[in-house]
């Protein structure tokens, strides 16, 4: 994970974790110090910088993105006092899929254990029902629901007994160019790319309380250029994923009507609360002075400006993603985070056109990281640790689906099993299939 910055006799550098936010506004290197044999990590460093060459989620300028990500890598690097080799990195981008898919297998005609090749070849069941169009892959394939001989809401089918296993499975498809251009920036920018995470999962993983999780609820991260929309149910996600609109597009709309630059447009905007009565103590227009110029707006005209988009944005495109995921009832309500969500009074103006409780989330370990860079807008940064933590308990948690960008591989990469072995990656390679039917019958006979 990284390279020793001492060359000091008898100085161990620790163990640590690295996760890499690739946002609109800004590029966040978060990076964690495993806590022993706990299997715990504690973040200590996070490094960031403007992001430049990203727009709307996707990488649009190669040059400027990994100046960014150095800018990122070098404020991190600085913090913590090692030099960083490798990290996990969250991204995102308008065109993700996000497919549900049923497979089933027999274990015998007596009921039997489950073992670990059982849960591979249900998993390899589910994915042959999903349809992959050219030029894109599977990014992740994450187990939703297992049952054993019809019993649902079975949440880990190893070492139970049943004649039959049958799961539901989550599959999110990505454009194959736009993991490619991912990693091509990491990799110019000096890190190896030791997994990918799409940014709803991060952020949803890095705010929802396990009460939250399991119980059901809806994260969105508000970021600059998209929305990520993760919907939790039971602990796992029943849908993900990502609206081409975020703050940027507030911003510019506010620039657009009142005639500023985006600069102070953005400034304006932050002074606006949504939820205020117009009536009760607010001033009723915002004068400020810029290049020598004084301006006069009406403070309910600005207010209304903000309202209609941030109302388009929740009663339209956010509600149809949660809708998607098919859930009746979310107890845990609306979870928002992100730069966005600290819009002055956001949580009680959705509350009101939603119809649905919501609060707004900190990183849930914000108690843990620097004091100045521990706001809503670094919950997926610190969500990249809890996946990567995540991944390493339960190996089909969050099977990150191995990617070679080089020539000559596979053109329809991402089916395979990625980490669990099969499909490729690091990991040695299972026996072939006829050796892998044949071990089968070795356990049923």
């Known amino acids: 994970m990284f390279r020793k910055t001492s060359s000091s006799s008898g100085y161990s550098d620790p163990e640590v974790l690295v996760g890499l936010d690739l946002g609109t506004s800004k590029v966040t290197v978060v990076v964690a110090e495993r806590e022993g044999s706990s299997g715990e990590a504690q973040i200590i460093g996070i490094g960031q910088a403007p992001s430049n060459g990203i727009r709307k989620g996707l990488i649009v300028n190669i040059d400027q993105t990994v100046k960014s990500l150095r800018q990122a890598i070098e404020d991190a690097e600085n913090m913590v006092g090692l030099d960083l080799a490798e990290a996990t990195v969250a991204f995102s981008g308008g065109d993700v899929q996000s497919v549900r898919t049923q497979g089933m297998i027999a274990l015998g005609r007596a009921p039997r254990t489950v073992m670990q090749f059982d849960i591979e070849r249900v998993i390899e069941s589910a994915q042959a029902n999903v349809s992959v169009p050219s030029g894109k892959m599977i990014l992740h394939t994450i187990p939703v629901e297992y049952s054993l001989d019809g019993n649902s809401g079975i949440d880990d089918p190893l070492g139970m007994t049943a004649t039959r296993l049958d799961m539901e499975l989550e599959s999110v498809i990505v454009p194959v160019a736009m993991v490619q251009n991912v990693r091509n ?13 799409i940014k ?11 009460e939250e999780s399991v119980g059901g609820a809806a994260v969105v991260d508000i970021g600059g250029g998209t929305c990520g929309v993760a919907v939790f149910v039971e602990g796992r996600p029943k849908h993900l994923a990502v609206v081409s609109v975020g703050g940027d597009h507030i911003t510019n709309d506010v ?3 009142l005639k500023l630059p985006i600069n102070k447009a953005e400034e304006i905007k932050k002074e606006v609360d949504l939820f205020i009565d117009l009536n009760s103590g607010q001033p009723e227009n915002i004068e400020f002075d810029h290049m020598g110029r004084n301006y006069s707006y009406s403070m309910a005209d600005l207010t209304d400006i903000v309202q209609c988009r941030v109302e ?9 993603e949660i809708t998607a995921a098919g859930v009746s009832m979310l107890p845990g309500g609306l979870v928002i985070t992100g730069g966005g969500s600290k819009s002055i009074g956001i949580d009680h103006y959705l509350t009101r056109i939603i119809n649905m409780p919501v609060r707004v989330a900190l990183p849930l370990d914000s108690g843990r990281m620097p004091p100045t860079r521990n706001g809503a807008e670094y919950t997926c940064a610190a969500g990249i640790i809890r996946y990567v933590l995540e991944q390493e308990r339960d190996q089909f948690r969050f099977i990150d689906n191995s990617f070679d960008p080089s020539p000559g591989h596979d053109d329809n990469p991402g089916n395979g099993l990625g980490k669990t072995g099969r499909g490729g990656g690091k990991n040695p390679q299972k026996a072939p299939f006829f050796q892998s039917i044949i071990d089968l019958f070795k356990e049923l006979f």
């Open 185 to 197: 920036c990491v990799e110019r920018a000096g890190l190896d790319v030791s997994g990918l995470v």
């Open 200 to 210: 709803p999962l991060a952020s949803a993983l890095g705010a929802l309380t396990p």
């Open 255 to 257: 620039a657009t009507v």
């Open 312 to 320: 388009e944005l929740f009663s339209v495109l956010i509600k149809s």
